[in-house]
């Protein structure tokens, strides 16, 4: 059984900063990719960032410069730090591991977190 967690969602004001943590637990043998979605209504779920393999990143080109992915191998988890938000970045964000378990690679989604920006 696995399980993603995550928190740092909330409301803050244009120009303000979160920082989304994602934690994989359970039956993990390997993470290849993890990675933060964010999706509105009526709208598809977007790529926001990945890395892989702890290494190598990428970012959708709105928000590069402003947010950072990092993840810590260790922990097996992955954080989304995002600075200079704007009332566009309001979204229900998601983790997202592609991760081994009972020796499958399989894609985990979290649970989601809404992220707010507004005044």
């Known amino acids: 059984q696995v399980q993603l967690v995550e928190s740092g969602g909330g409301l803050v004001q244009p120009g303000g900063s979160l920082r989304l943590s994602c934690a994989a637990s359970?039956?993990?043998?390997?993470?290849?990719?993890m990675g933060w979605y964010r999706q509105v209504p009526g709208k598809q779920r977007e790529l926001v960032a990945s890395?892989?393999?702890?290494?190598?990143?990428k970012y959708t080109d709105s928000m590069k410069g402003r947010f950072t992915i990092s993840r810590d191998v260790a922990k097996n988890t992955v954080d989304l730090q995002m600075n200079s938000l704007k009332p566009e970045d309001t979204a229900v964000y998601y983790c997202?591991?592609?991760?081994?378990?009972?020796?499958?690679?399989?894609?985990?989604w979290g649970q989601g977190t809404q992220v707010t920006v507004s005044s």
């Open positions: 890395i892989t393999n702890g290494i190598s990143t």
């Open positions: 359970g039956s993990i043998l390997g993470i290849n990719v």
């Open positions: 997202n591991v592609k991760l081994m378990s009972d020796n499958i690679w399989t894609n985990y």
